[in-house]
């Protein structure tokens, strides 16, 4: 049994090629150190006296600065490359942070949260184009699902370790974060220079399909239809980010060290399963797959009214993480597939937008439900758009078969 689990693992990461794995290594160096995101709603409500709505107003910003920044560094990918927005993005984002930590003021703050977003985040398409550069068609879902992997081993390590600062002083989570920011681009440069780009094959009647659409995403309706639906999916998937600190700290008491294990829970699960999950969808229908998942991530957060102690807890964060990593693998994939090579960082950004004015919507949205009509309605409402979300990703399918 354990010799057939362990083949299953080697072969879920056996073709990847170097530089995928440094890009990822990259990555893992750089969540690692992910903790103010995580902290901040309570970073602001603790610390500085702000209520949940307020708090939820300044992760819109962080959110907006993030979806400007996503648009400019697909623009940015297909004119200079990805391998300069990387590295802009990851030195500009560590400076942002340790101004972020020693800024006073509602004014300041919001204003560099929102450069912050922006620098950050202008890092998802150049990244995205990269893991498709240096991969095979057949096997970027792979590509893209170790990229995932690195991202959340660092997310397991992160809010644990941050939850362990914050219970000392908050300022550290803004040194650390800012820290792994600057770090992280050191190897992106020195094992990266030089590094030949390896443009992937398209299969032909794709490559056809293609020529029929305009350059632009924006264009591409069945794309244009895709992003609204995952739009939906993320307002519900980003309350982790927001409300769902608040309402486990406000109604079921919990420490921070206590949020940082269950926010770990995810980032656990998707580090022991997602590469062999992926493997296992990888021949089915990626908006299948994404229709699945919608349906997961509404049961998890659905659940979370009817939880109290930690294990349960953790429990429905399980079930809304199978949904997280049938839906991010698959997404990205299929938007690369319909994207050209020379549009493709177009492509990568307007996903990455998609996913920006969710976290620009989820926290206001989100915070504003929580404080006005309980949370009871609030993950009653994430649980109902699941399900909606589902049925429209599933007909999508059904129409683009």
Wanted: net charge positive; hydrophobic share 50%; proline share 4%.
């Amino acid at each position: 049994m354990l010799r057939a689990i362990l083949s299953q693992y080697r072969a879920a990461f056996r073709g990847l090629s170097r530089e995928v794995w440094i890009l990822s290594a990259v990555l893992l160096i750089n969540r690692t150190g992910t903790m103010v995101v995580p902290f901040l709603t309570l970073y602001l409500t603790k610390r500085h006296g702000y209520g949940i709505a307020e708090a939820g107003g300044f992760l819109a910003l962080h959110g907006l600065g993030g979806f400007a920044g996503i648009f400019l560094g697909g623009k940015l990918t297909d004119r200079i490359g990805f391998m300069p927005v990387m590295q802009a993005s990851l030195v500009a984002s560590g400076l942002a942070l340790f101004a972020l930590g020693a800024v006073e003021g509602a004014w300041p703050f919001g204003a560099m949260l929102l450069l912050f977003g922006f620098f950050a985040e202008s890092f998802r398409p150049a990244s995205g184009a990269a893991i498709a550069a240096y991969s095979t068609e057949e096997g970027r879902p792979r590509a893209y699902g170790l990229q995932r992997l690195a991202v959340n081993l660092g997310w397991t390590a992160g809010p644990v370790i941050g939850g362990l600062l914050a219970s000392v002083d908050y300022s550290w989570l803004f040194l650390v974060d800012g820290g792994t920011c600057l770090l992280s681009a050191l190897p992106l440069t020195l094992a990266l220079r030089g590094a030949p780009v390896r443009v992937p094959s398209v299969d032909p009647e794709r490559r056809a399909e293609a020529d029929g659409r305009a350059a632009s995403p924006w264009a591409d309706r069945p794309f244009v239809l895709f992003l609204g639906l995952l739009f939906f999916q993320g307002i519900v998937f980003f309350q982790f980010q927001s409300t769902l600190p608040v309402f486990l700290a406000q109604e079921r008491a919990f420490s921070e060290k206590m949020i940082g294990i269950v926010v770990a829970s995810n980032t656990i699960v998707i580090v022991l399963f997602e590469m062999i999950l992926i493997r296992a969808v990888d021949r089915i229908s990626p908006l299948r797959v994404v229709a699945v998942s919608s349906l997961f991530i509404g049961v998890g957060y659905g659940m979370t009214s009817f939880v109290h102690s930690l294990p349960f807890i953790i429990l429905s964060v399980v079930v809304w993480t199978v949904g997280e990593m049938l839906t991010a693998p698959m997404t990205i994939t299929w938007t690369s597939r319909r994207a050209e090579d020379g549009n493709r960082g177009r492509y990568m950004g307007a996903y990455g937008m998609c996913y920006s004015a969710c976290a620009v919507v989820a926290p206001l949205a989100g915070t504003w439900v929580y404080q006005r009509a309980g949370s009871t309605t609030l993950w009653t409402a994430c649980f109902v758009v699941g399900v909606l979300d589902a049925a429209g990703l599933w007909w999508m399918a059904r129409r683009l078969r």
